[in-house]
């Protein structure tokens, strides 16, 4: 079975500061990993993924994450935080060897950027 | 090039009545998803289909039926309505991009059951 854990409910950063929004990840063999945004009254929007390939991922709006084996982990990060950053983010997983488009969700961390 | 859409945006139904949520995408994707969100509790996954005519079911199905006659369409029934069930509900559409499945999602749809 898959599943993925956001250990933190909420983060707070200040505006220009780096941000880290934590993701750590099960699955019985390698993962495709997803990160979603979803602001106020909106849908979640795709942000990035890891496949394959270098651990290292960029997306949209600046963000990265960081794919990280030995830790099962994929931290969504972005060097200079903005106050329009502040949102719902999540983390979801899926197997390739079982159902490839069957994703597992987090429950969220909600980004507070302060000015 | 709309996405994904959902039908209608907001609803208010009394216990034991029924309806359906449309969903349509324009994107040709095969796989297409109902989920509801609930306060503390992130997204779970109410049914799937991987295709035309397939349907599955996710985490939490009871009281919900659905149905994939079109490969753009996914509808969600409700046939009796509970107070349980007032939620946020997310439809998404996903396709084989570059190998994997990162999914597309609409609107949503606020339900309220009294």
């Known amino acids: 079975a898959q599943s993925v854990a956001q250990p933190e409910d909420q983060v707070n950063v200040a505006e220009g500061n780096p941000l880290t929004v934590k993701c750590t990840y099960s699955v019985s063999g390698n993962p495709y990993l997803f990160w979603y945004v979803q602001y106020p009254n909106r849908g979640l929007q795709f942000l990035l993924k890891y496949i394959t390939g270098d651990n290292l991922v960029k997306g949209s709006y600046g963000f990265e994450a960081e794919f990280n084996k030995s830790q099962t982990s994929f931290h969504l990060k972005k060097p200079s935080a903005l106050v329009s950053d502040s949102a719902l983010y999540f983390c979801a997983v899926s197997d390739p060897n079982t159902n490839a488009g069957k994703s597992t969700f987090g429950d969220g961390t909600t980004l507070t950027v302060k000015p | 090039n709309a996405g994904v859409t959902q039908t209608p945006k907001f609803r208010v139904l009394k216990t034991g009545q029924s309806m359906t949520l449309l969903c349509a995408q324009d994107m040709n994707h095969e796989y297409m998803y109902w989920y509801r969100q609930d306060p503390g509790m992130g997204l779970r996954l109410i049914h799937y289909?991987?295709?035309?005519?397939?349907?599955a079911k996710g985490e939490v199905p009871d009281g919900y039926n659905v149905s994939r006659l079109k490969k753009q369409n996914f509808l969600l029934g409700l046939e009796s309505a509970a107070p349980s069930q007032t939620s946020v509900y997310f439809c998404?559409?996903?396709?084989?991009?570059?190998?994997?499945?990162?999914?597309?999602f609409g609107p949503g749809t606020r339900l309220t059951v009294t």
């Open positions: 998404a559409s996903s396709g084989r991009t570059g190998g994997s499945y990162e999914q597309y």
């Open positions: 289909s991987v295709g035309e005519g397939t349907t």
